[in-house]
């Protein structure tokens, strides 16, 4: 799922930061999986109330120690869309675009990868990850707006003056919200790299299907989110010089 964006400083390359993409991954992954194990094969509390109440506190649990590793190495992420929608928002212009897109992405991608592969000959029962159980263009529905309004929130709040304990209580319950509402239709993600994982563990990798529901549709609702939250918390003297400036273009 797509977590805080990172710190404002993300405005330049951190060449550094590559790294950091490729452990949080690798650890994102390995996190989720364990949970799921936890509560369904050692807890045996797998279909029951008392197993998905057991399953999201785990899940809020690791979000605040993700949000944490994010800041303590000042931006690192396993999200690819975290990191594109931060190099979007900072404004730091094509290079760090360019950085983030071909640089960043791939490490995420390839430490989700081993993060699976780690899993998988560890815990053979592990499973196979989310799958799409609805129609394809219906999922990407579902994945674009599930991710639209996740990255909408995590931006706004990264604007806001709140603690990081409020940011990321806030961000984790909200998250956690949408992904149960879309996990039945699309397993609700928001992470390409850690969907690309499971798909290449189970060989559909390539697949249209999950192309577009799990690669274009996020980037795309992401793109949305980035500029609908920047045009909404513009601060209101640069939208007053705007509309003097259009207003002098008519006259």
């Not at 799409?132 to 996740?150: K, N, R, W």
């Not at 299907?209 to 609908?228: E, G, N, S």
Request: hydrophobic share 50%; charged share 15%.
């Amino acid at each position: 799922m797509a977590p805080a964006p990172a710190p404002a400083s993300s405005g330049r390359i951190r060449p550094w930061l590559v790294v950091g993409d490729l452990v949080l991954a690798v650890l994102w992954v390995c996190a989720g999986a364990l949970v799921k194990l936890a509560v369904y094969n050692v807890l045996g509390l797998g279909g029951r109330p008392e197993g998905e109440a057991a399953k999201v506190s785990l899940s809020v649990v690791y979000m605040f120690l993700f949000a944490w590793l994010e800041s303590a190495t000042g931006g690192a992420s396993y999200n690819p869309l975290t990191a594109i929608s931060g190099a979007l928002a900072s404004r730091g212009g094509i290079a760090l675009y360019l950085f983030t897109v071909f640089v960043r992405v791939p490490a995420q991608v390839i430490g989700a990868v081993i993060g699976v592969m780690l899993m998988r000959f560890t815990f053979p029962k592990v499973g196979k990850g989310a799958a799409l159980s609805i129609g394809v263009h219906h999922g990407a529905l579902t994945e674009g707006l599930a991710t639209l309004m996740v990255v909408m929130v995590s931006l706004t709040l990264k604007k806001k003056e709140q603690g990081f304990f409020v940011k990321t209580w806030i961000a984790s319950i909200w998250k956690m919200t949408i992904h149960i509402l879309s996990s039945d239709m699309t397993g609700g993600i928001m992470n390409p790299a850690s969907a690309f994982a499971w798909a290449y563990a189970r060989g559909d990798h390539t697949s249209f299907d999950h192309l577009l529901v799990y690669w274009l549709a996020p980037l795309q609702a992401t793109l949305v989110a980035v500029w609908v939250v920047t045009f909404l918390t513009k601060p209101k003297k640069t939208k007053e010089q705007e509309a003097d400036k259009n207003k002098n273009k008519k006259e």
